[in-house]
């Protein structure tokens, strides 16, 4: 089992398409429903529909999904609902100019196809780990400051962040598999920074 735990109550939603879609299963069995929840999009109109209600947090899109416009076409009109909603884009295009335009729009990333379960788990952390710094932002930005603390520039003070000012995230990935090897090769894959990683047994 893997899960991704963090302090918010409701489970981050992501919209998957294409390829993703196919590790639904894995999703369920490695992630678990308590920390995601997917949601399909058949075409354009499900996806904006998706988007538009907030019910999704990200959304994973395939340019091989049936969709009647263009990768860059759909996003630029994501954009248009939700200016910072995370779209990680799974495609085969390889130009700079694709590429140049998909930035431009604010992808959250670019994926070579195949999408592959492991890079699938590494992205959804990534998406996870910038919503709850965003989260943990507005929530200092309108809680009330408390005198008692002070600045929190002295010893022991703070607690939130590291010397380099650095935020510290609050998500771990438990891992649970039969050998140590996969677990070696996640551990590898994901590395260590803002990630915890333990074994169950």
């Given at each position: 089992?893997?899960?991704?735990?963090?302090?918010?109550?409701?489970?981050?939603?992501?919209?998957?398409?294409?390829?993703?879609?196919?590790w639904?299963?894995?999703?369920?069995?490695?992630?678990?429903?308590?920390?995601?929840?997917?949601y399909?999009?058949?075409?354009?109109?499900?996806?904006?529909?998706?988007?538009?209600?907030?019910?999704?947090?990200?959304?994973?899109?395939d340019?091989?999904?049936?969709?009647?416009?263009?990768?860059?076409?759909?996003?630029?009109?994501?954009?248009?609902?939700?200016?910072?909603?995370?779209?990680?884009?799974?495609?085969?295009?390889?130009?700079?100019?694709?590429?140049?335009?998909?930035?431009?729009?604010?992808?959250?990333?670019?994926?070579?196809?195949?999408?592959?379960?492991?890079?699938?788990?590494?992205?959804?952390?990534?998406?996870?780990?910038?919503?709850?710094?965003?989260?943990?932002?507005?929530e200092?930005?309108?809680?009330?400051?408390?005198?008692?603390?002070?600045?929190?520039?002295?010893?022991?003070?703070?607690?939130?962040?590291?010397?380099?000012?650095?935020?510290?995230?609050?998500?771990?990935?438990?891992?649970?598999?039969?050998?140590?090897?996969?677990?070696?090769?996640?551990?590898?894959?994901?590395?260590?920074?803002?990630?915890?990683?333990?074994?169950?047994?």
């Open positions: 089992m893997v899960a991704v735990a963090n302090e918010r109550r409701s489970p981050f939603g992501l919209v998957v398409t294409g390829e993703a879609e196919s639904l299963p894995a999703l369920r069995t490695l992630v678990g429903p308590q920390w995601l929840v997917t399909r999009a058949r075409d354009d109109h499900e996806l904006l529909d998706v988007v538009q209600s907030g019910v999704a947090d990200a959304a994973v899109l340019d091989e999904a049936e969709w009647a416009l263009d990768l860059l076409q759909l996003l630029r009109m994501i954009r248009r609902v939700d200016a910072m909603f995370p779209v990680v884009m799974v495609t085969y295009r390889r130009d700079r100019r694709w590429l140049e335009h998909a930035l431009d729009l604010t992808a959250f990333s670019v994926v070579a196809k195949p999408l592959e379960l492991e890079e699938l788990l590494r992205q959804i952390q990534r998406m996870m780990t910038r919503l709850d710094d965003m989260l943990r932002g507005l200092m930005e309108f809680e009330p400051e408390d005198p008692a603390k002070g600045s929190g520039s002295g010893e022991g003070g703070g607690g939130a962040g590291d010397d380099s000012g650095n935020v510290a995230t609050d998500f771990m990935l438990i891992i649970e598999c039969d050998g140590e090897k996969h677990q070696a090769a996640l551990l590898e894959r994901f590395g260590q920074e803002g990630l915890k990683c333990r074994a169950l047994t």
